[in-house]
């Protein structure tokens, strides 16, 4: 069994920050790509920001210059650091992972998702 646990979400006021953290723990051989998502009431689920495990990063328009991914293999957890934070960004943020099992099987795992919301 895979878990993927996100913290770090809240209340804020625009122009602050938050830092959403997600811990995978369970039968874990090795971690692919780690990203973030997010889905507004009434709207689909979008990709956010993207790591692989080389760390090499992407992100949506919408967060470039004031997103940040980042991981930390030693401890299974990706990172997203938002500043500049908008009322738009105000949505329900997830975790996504591809994760290798210890019985070599290969799927991606969701978190409970995380809610965010950026007070105007």
């Known amino acids: 069994q895979v878990q993927l646990v996100e913290s770090g979400g809240g209340l804020v006021q625009a122009g602050g920050s938050l830092r959403l953290s997600c811990a995978a723990s369970?039968?874990?051989?090795?971690?692919?790509?780690m990203r973030w998502y997010r889905q507004a009431p009434g709207k689909q689920r979008d990709l956010v920001a993207a790591?692989?495990?080389?760390?090499?990063?992407n992100y949506a328009d919408s967060v470039k210059g004031r997103c940040s991914i980042s991981r930390d293999n030693a401890k299974n957890t990706v990172y997203l650091q938002m500043n500049s934070l908008k009322p738009e960004d105000t949505a329900v943020y997830y975790c996504?992972?591809?994760?290798?099992?210890?019985?070599?099987?290969?799927?991606?795992?969701w978190g409970q998702g995380t809610q965010v919301t950026v007070s105007s």
């Open positions: 369970g039968s874990i051989r090795s971690i692919l790509s």
């Open positions: 996504n992972a591809d994760i290798r099992t210890t019985g070599w099987s290969l799927k991606d795992y």
């Open positions: 790591i692989a495990s080389g760390g090499s990063t």
